[in-house]
């Protein structure tokens, strides 16, 4: 954080890296890329112990605008991250739980939202066709395994709106090897072994166990539950919400293919 509230941000300091650290530092170095003025520089602190959790992971559409701005190639990713378009999200046994239950979430808004609710006219019918057929096609390709684009479709654009199903661990590592390399993003691989700067002030620097002290301007914590900076520094305590969740746990699983021809769905 500033010192003074008129000093101008030339260093930013991330701590935390895994896709939220290097998204973060993506964006700010391809927002402030070499230069732009005004030239501000970007490191990013990790530890060496903590591993990105190794799982497979759904995004919302805006991923893509994401990757654009960071100026990743589309196939690029795709190819790195083991990764698939998601079209939304289905729901198996919510409702009644009889053979067939199940409804969509698409991610292609409804036809001529949001000056139409097509909602009311539905509902008289609903018994015959499903929301998500009535008012769009993107449950239909879904069903029929189809992607949301043609191979011939630019990079990032969409003929069905769509997000990914990714490889966390994959595309944490393209994250840092492209903003280290392309964007000049400084890459510090230590443990924060102390924060300078009391409670109620702004931070001036992060003590590491090999590097020392690591200055900045501006500080950003993507240390995830360990909460370096907001939970162990500043104390702002971690707000627990199990009352009101559904469910708090997650099982992650590979499952195999029957075999290596199978297809993948959508």
């Known amino acids: 954080m500033n010192t003074q509230q008129n000093k101008p941000i030339k260093q930013l300091v991330i701590v935390g890296g895994g896709s939220a650290g290097w998204i973060t530092a993506g964006l700010l170095a391809s927002e402030f890329a070499e230069g732009a003025e005004p030239k501000i520089s970007v490191t990013l602190i990790e530890s060496p112990d903590v591993r990105t959790i190794g799982v497979g992971e759904g995004t919302w559409p805006t991923m893509r605008a994401t990757l654009q701005k960071i100026g990743i190639p589309e196939a690029e990713f795709l190819a790195a991250c083991s990764a698939g378009f998601k079209q939304g999200t289905r729901f198996v046994d919510w409702v009644t739980a009889s053979p067939g239950d199940q409804y969509y979430h698409p991610f292609s808004v409804p036809a001529g939202y949001p000056a139409v609710n097509l909602v009311p006219h539905w509902q008289e019918h609903q018994d015959k066709v499903s929301f998500v057929n009535a008012v769009s096609v993107q449950g239909y390709l879904c069903d029929k395994g189809l992607a949301p684009k043609q191979a011939i479709t630019p990079e990032y ?61 501006l500080f950003i914590d993507c240390s995830g539950f360990a909460s370096v900076l907001l939970g162990g520094h500043y104390g702002i305590p971690y707000l627990d919400k ?24 959508s």
Do not use: W
């Open 242 to 265: 199990r009352h009101i969740l559904f469910n708090d746990s997650a099982l992650a699983a590979q499952v195999p293919y029957p075999d290596d021809t199978s297809p993948i769905a």
């Open 157 to 217: 654009a969409a003929v069905a709106n769509y997000g990914y199903h990714l490889d966390a661990e994959k595309f944490a590592l393209l994250l840092r090897d492209h903003c280290v390399s392309r964007l000049g993003v400084r890459h510090i691989l230590d443990h924060v072994t102390s924060v300078d700067g009391d409670p109620g002030e702004n931070i001036r620097s992060v003590t590491t166990a090999k590097m020392g002290a690591i200055e900045g301007d």
